[in-house]
């Protein structure tokens, strides 16, 4: 098992950081204040603080092939079945799709479901699904 990483986020809503991070992603809140919250982001540490959320790239700025994806971002990396069920919360859960659930790398050793879609903050998450996790670094 690797190393939970932490990230710190700006939120501009705590309220609806929360309900999105908890509810609609299923991450379990952990520590609390009235200007921050912490989540189990899929085994990870997440800090959402309330402030302004980074403005210095936007949507489509970062090139992966022929396809565009915001940066920066995050986001977990899954097993297809875990995958497939965070993509039927998101729908479930109305959550736009910057770019909706779809197979990458077709019939090739990193072949990988991916989405896109941003919290209510506009912070850009990126979750994959791979068949084999196990391949993730591999080159």
């Known amino acids: 098992m690797p190393q939970p990483f932490h990230l710190a986020l ?3 809503d705590l309220t609806a950081a929360r309900d999105f991070y908890g509810r609609v992603l ?3 809140e952990g520590r609390a204040t009235d200007t921050g919250v912490d989540f189990d982001f899929f085994g990870h540490q997440i800090s ?5 959320p980074s403005t210095e790239s936007d949507s489509g ?6 396809v565009r994806v915001p940066m920066p971002h995050f986001g977990p990396v ?7 069920a965070l ?28 989405m896109f879609f941003r919290d209510p903050s506009g912070n850009p ?14 080159t």
């Open 78 to 84: 899954l097993d297809i079945e875990r995958f497939q």
């Open 26 to 28: 299923g991450c379990a």
């Open 48 to 52: 959402l603080h309330l402030g302004q």
């Open 87 to 114: 993509a039927e919360r998101l729908r479930a859960a109305g959550v736009t799709f910057v770019i909706p659930p779809t197979v990458r790398y077709k019939g090739q050793p990193d072949e990988q479901w991916t």
């Open 10 to 12: 700006h939120v501009d």
């Open 61 to 66: 700025d970062g090139a992966l092939g022929e």
């Open 125 to 138: 998450i990126e979750a994959k699904g791979l068949a084999n996790q196990a391949a993730l670094f591999d």
